[in-house]
C-alpha cells in the first residue's frame, strides 16, 4: 500500500510539476508578447514624435523666412521713404517766409514720425514670435502715419 501511496504521489507531484512549468512557460509567453507591444508601441510613439518635431521645425522655418521677407519689405519701404525726405529737405532750403515756416513744421513731423518707424522696426527685429504680428501691425501704422506726414511736406512745399 505503501508502494501505491508514494506512486501516486510521485504521479501527482510530476503532473503538478508539469502544470506549473506549462503555467510558467504561459506567463513567460504573455510577458514576451507584452513587452514585444510595448517596445511596438514606444516604437511608434517615437516616430509620430519625430513627425512632430520636424513639423514643428518646417512650421518655425516658414515663419522666420515670412517674418524676414516682411522685414525686408518693410526696410525697402522706409529707404523709399528716406530717399523722398532727403528730396524733400533739398526743396526746404530754396522755401522763403511763411511757406519755410509751415515747411520747418511739417518736416520735424516726418522726423518724429520716422524715428517712431525706427523705433518700432528695432522692436520688431527683437520681438518674440508671439508678439511679432501685433508689432508688425503697429509698425505699419506707423509707416502710414510717416507716408502721410511726408506727403503733408511735399504739400507744402
Do not use: P, Y
Not at 20 to 27: D, G, L
Not at 90 to 119: F, I, M, P, Y
Request: net charge neutral; proline share 0%; with cysteine.
Amino acid at each position: 500500500m505503501k508502494t501505491i501511496s508514494r506512486t501516486l504521489f510521485l504521479i501527482g507531484a510530476l503532473a503538478a510539476a508539469g502544470a506549473c512549468k506549462n503555467k510558467t512557460e504561459e506567463a513567460q509567453k504573455a510577458q514576451e508578447t507584452a513587452n514585444k507591444k510595448t517596445v511596438e508601441a514606444n516604437e511608434a510613439q517615437r516616430e509620430a514624435d519625430e513627425k512632430a518635431a520636424v513639423a514643428a521645425r518646417e512650421k518655425q522655418d516658414k515663419l522666420v523666412v515670412d517674418h524676414r521677407d516682411a522685414e525686408d519689405k518693410l526696410r525697402k519701404d522706409l529707404e523709399s521713404s528716406d530717399r523722398k525726405i532727403a528730396d524733400l529737405r533739398r526743396k526746404l532750403t530754396d522755401a522763403k517766409g511763411d511757406a519755410r515756416k509751415n515747411a520747418d513744421a511739417a518736416a520735424n513731423e516726418v522726423e518724429l514720425r520716422h524715428q517712431k518707424v525706427d523705433q518700432n522696426l528695432a522692436k520688431l527685429r527683437g520681438a518674440a514670435a508671439n508678439a511679432w504680428d501685433a508689432t508688425k501691425l503697429e509698425l505699419e501704422a506707423d509707416m502710414a502715419a510717416l507716408n502721410e506726414a511726408i506727403e503733408n511736406f511735399e504739400k507744402t512745399l
